[in-house]
């Protein structure tokens, strides 16, 4: 993203590599949830303390906010698959190459440019984040406006707020995951009742489709099921 002003839910989503890939059979629907609001209070966080905790839920909220014409990443239970991620080999990068030397202005082409593993760069960079949001703002990321929050992100987002280099690609991973937070399957904590799913009218795992191979143009009727069987 080259700006981080926050533009409509629907061409936020087209815009995600996720969003593309589905273009084709998305529809113009707000997901209408059986879920009620979703309630955080009785999550207990995996990795995070209290503070990163709250600082998850405040940067996802406007990374995808819950205000517009579908689901935001609170309803979709992203901090949830965040935070599960981070705990598990994601978090630790049991499977990548750690080894140096690391450049961070490297192109993403050649991989992950930090000594620190994911779960490490989400503990050093959100008070390394959080001082620098005091000392422009006088408040914690979490307690700032919206408007503020959104303009604390930009300035993150282009560099005008420098963490260390190790830290500096922060705010692309924290994007990253929120994105794959909020299309994942909800096995893994996020996408919560599939709601991401019904809003851009994917069907999800479902086993056959070789009825509606030669249906073209054809709005798909059937829900979006899960990697569990799951029906929304």
């Not at 209408?32 to 207990?44: F, G, Q, R, T």
């Not at 935001?72 to 499977?95: M, S, T, W």
């Not at 503020?148 to 963490?163: N, P, R, S």
């Amino acid at each position: 993203m080259s700006n981080f002003s926050p533009p409509s839910r629907r061409s936020f989503l087209f815009a995600s590599g996720a969003g593309v890939a589905l273009a084709g059979t998305a529809v113009a629907m707000r997901a209408n949830s059986k879920e009620p609001a979703l309630k955080l209070d009785a999550y207990k966080p995996e990795y995070f303390n209290a503070d990163e905790w709250a600082f998850v839920l405040a940067a996802t909220a406007r990374l995808i906010p819950s205000e517009g014409d579908g689901p935001g990443a609170i309803e979709a239970h992203v901090p949830v698959f965040i935070d599960r991620q981070l705990k598990g080999y994601y978090g630790n990068a049991e499977i990548w190459y750690m080894e140096g030397p690391h450049d961070p202005a490297a192109t993403p082409d050649r991989g992950w440019q930090s000594p620190l593993n994911p779960a490490q760069l989400y503990r050093k960079a959100i008070p390394a984040f959080n001082a620098a949001c005091t000392e422009r703002f006088g408040k914690e990321f979490k307690s700032l406006a919206a408007e503020q929050q959104d303009e604390a992100l930009t300035a993150l987002q282009k560099g005008e707020i420098k963490l260390d280099p190790e830290l500096s690609f922060f705010f692309t991973t924290l994007l990253a995951n929120t994105k794959e937070g909020y299309f994942a399957d909800p096995l893994h904590g996020g996408n919560h009742g599939m709601q991401s799913w019904k809003y851009i009218g994917f069907p999800g795992a479902r086993a056959s489709y070789a009825e509606w191979v030669d249906q073209h143009n054809v709005k798909y009727p059937l829900g979006p099921v899960s990697i569990k069987g799951e029906r929304a």
